[in-house]
C-alpha cells in the first residue's frame, strides 16, 4: 500500500471531497488514531444497538473530544469510510433523518439530522452463505413483512389498521411472549428505533390517532428496491410500478392485492 504523509493524505482528501483541510494541523498518526476510533465505535455500537442508525454527531464528538480543528471530522469521517469499505467490506451509508409527512403533529417534530448505517457489500448469495445468522433472519421476515404492508398502504399506515393485517399473519399486539419474535410491540418498536419507520400522533375529530411511516432506512435504496422487487414477483407488476401509492386491500382470506392481483 502507498504511503503518504499527513500532507499528502490532506491534499488528496481535498480534492476528493471538495473541503479545504490546509488548516488542519495534526500527525498522521493521530489522524489514523481517530479514524480506527470511528472505525471500531461504527461496528461495535452497531452490533450492540442491532443495527440502529449512528448520529453523525455521535462521530464528531469522538474527535472533537481532544481536537478543534473545525474540518477535522469531515475528514477522519470520510477515511473511516473508506476503511469499512476496504478492509471489513461494508459500506458506511449516509442517512438524513425523514420527517412524518404531516404538519398535524401533537408534538413538534425533530430536528432533521444525519446518520450512518453500515452495509455489507456481499452478494445477496454471499451473505446468505457466509455472514447470515440462521438465528436472528426471523427479524428480518418480522421487518420485510411490516414495512411491505405499510408500502403497500401508501407509506402511511394507522396503527390499528396495522396490526388489522398483522394479525391475518398470527401477530397480536397484546402477545408477549410470541415463540419468534418475543414482545411484539417491542419488536415493533424497534423497527422505529432502527429507522425502517417513524410514529407520530395526529389530531382528528375522534381523537388522537398514531400513524406509521416508512422512515429514511425503508425509503433507501437498498432496502426500497429489494422490497418492491419482491412485491413485483407476487403481484405480477413491474417493480417501477410498485410505488408508494398503492392501496393495500384484503380480499376475505386475507390476501393482499393491488388491482386485481392477490397475494
Given at each position: 500500500?502507498?504511503?503518504?504523509?499527513?500532507?499528502?493524505?490532506?491534499?488528496?482528501?481535498?480534492?476528493?471531497?471538495?473541503?479545504?483541510?490546509?488548516?488542519?494541523?495534526?500527525?498522521?498518526?493521530?489522524?489514523?488514531?481517530?479514524?480506527?476510533?470511528?472505525?471500531?465505535?461504527?461496528?461495535?455500537?452497531?452490533?450492540?444497538?442491532?443495527?440502529?442508525?449512528?448520529?453523525?454527531?455521535?462521530?464528531?464528538?469522538?474527535?472533537?473530544?481532544?481536537?478543534?480543528?473545525?474540518?477535522?471530522?469531515?475528514?477522519?469521517?470520510?477515511?473511516?469510510?473508506?476503511?469499512?469499505?476496504?478492509?471489513?467490506?461494508?459500506?458506511?451509508?449516509?442517512?438524513?433523518?425523514?420527517?412524518?409527512?404531516?404538519?398535524?403533529?401533537?408534538?413538534?417534530?425533530?430536528?432533521?439530522?444525519?446518520?450512518?448505517?453500515?452495509?455489507?457489500?456481499?452478494?445477496?448469495?454471499?451473505?446468505?452463505?457466509?455472514?447470515?445468522?440462521?438465528?436472528?433472519c426471523h427479524t428480518t421476515g418480522f421487518t420485510?413483512?411490516?414495512?411491505?404492508?405499510?408500502?403497500?398502504?401508501?407509506?402511511?399506515?394507522?396503527?390499528?389498521?396495522?396490526?388489522?393485517?398483522?394479525?391475518?399473519?398470527?401477530?397480536?399486539?397484546?402477545?408477549?411472549?410470541?415463540?419468534?419474535?418475543?414482545?411484539?410491540?417491542?419488536?415493533?418498536?424497534?423497527?422505529?428505533?432502527?429507522?425502517?419507520?417513524?410514529?407520530?400522533?395526529?389530531?382528528?375529530?375522534?381523537?388522537?390517532?398514531?400513524?406509521?411511516?416508512?422512515?429514511?432506512?425503508?425509503?433507501?435504496?437498498?432496502?426500497?428496491?429489494?422490497?418492491?422487487?419482491?412485491?413485483?414477483?407476487?403481484?405480477?407488476?413491474?417493480?417501477?410500478?410498485?410505488?408508494?401509492?398503492?392501496?393495500?386491500?384484503?380480499?376475505?382470506?386475507?390476501?393482499?392485492?393491488?388491482?386485481?392481483?392477490?397475494?
Amino acid at each position: 500500500m502507498k504511503k503518504h504523509t499527513a500532507e499528502q493524505f490532506i491534499a488528496e482528501m481535498m480534492a476528493y471531497t471538495g473541503e479545504d483541510f490546509s488548516q488542519i494541523d495534526i500527525s498522521k498518526e493521530e489522524k489514523d488514531k481517530l479514524v480506527s476510533e470511528v472505525v471500531r465505535y461504527m461496528l461495535f455500537k452497531t452490533h450492540q444497538n442491532s443495527g440502529c442508525p449512528i448520529k453523525r454527531e455521535e462521530l464528531t464528538q469522538i474527535v472533537t473530544k481532544n481536537y478543534r480543528q473545525r474540518a477535522l471530522p469531515a475528514l477522519v469521517i470520510n477515511e473511516a469510510k473508506d476503511k469499512l469499505s476496504s478492509i471489513f467490506g461494508y459500506e458506511m451509508r449516509e442517512l438524513q433523518r425523514s420527517r412524518p409527512s404531516t404538519t398535524n403533529q401533537s408534538q413538534p417534530s425533530v430536528t432533521d439530522s444525519k446518520s450512518y448505517v453500515i452495509i455489507s457489500k456481499l452478494s445477496p448469495e454471499g451473505y446468505g452463505k457466509y455472514v447470515e445468522d440462521t438465528e436472528t433472519c426471523h427479524t428480518t421476515g418480522f421487518t420485510f413483512a411490516v414495512i411491505g404492508i405499510v408500502h403497500l398502504a401508501g407509506g402511511k399506515i394507522a396503527e390499528d389498521s396495522l396490526w388489522h393485517h398483522l394479525h391475518r399473519l398470527g401477530l397480536n399486539e397484546t402477545d408477549e411472549s410470541h415463540p419468534i419474535l418475543g414482545n411484539l410491540k417491542q419488536a415493533l418498536e424497534a423497527l422505529v428505533q432502527q429507522r425502517y419507520l417513524q410514529k407520530n400522533k395526529v389530531n382528528g375529530p375522534e381523537g388522537n390517532t398514531l400513524f406509521y411511516e416508512l422512515a429514511e432506512r425503508a425509503l433507501d435504496q437498498s432496502v426500497n428496491q429489494p422490497l418492491k422487487e419482491y412485491i413485483s414477483q407476487i403481484v405480477n407488476k413491474d417493480a417501477a410500478a410498485v410505488e408508494i401509492g398503492e392501496e393495500l386491500t384484503l380480499d376475505s382470506e386475507g390476501r393482499a392485492f393491488t388491482g386485481a392481483a392477490k397475494l
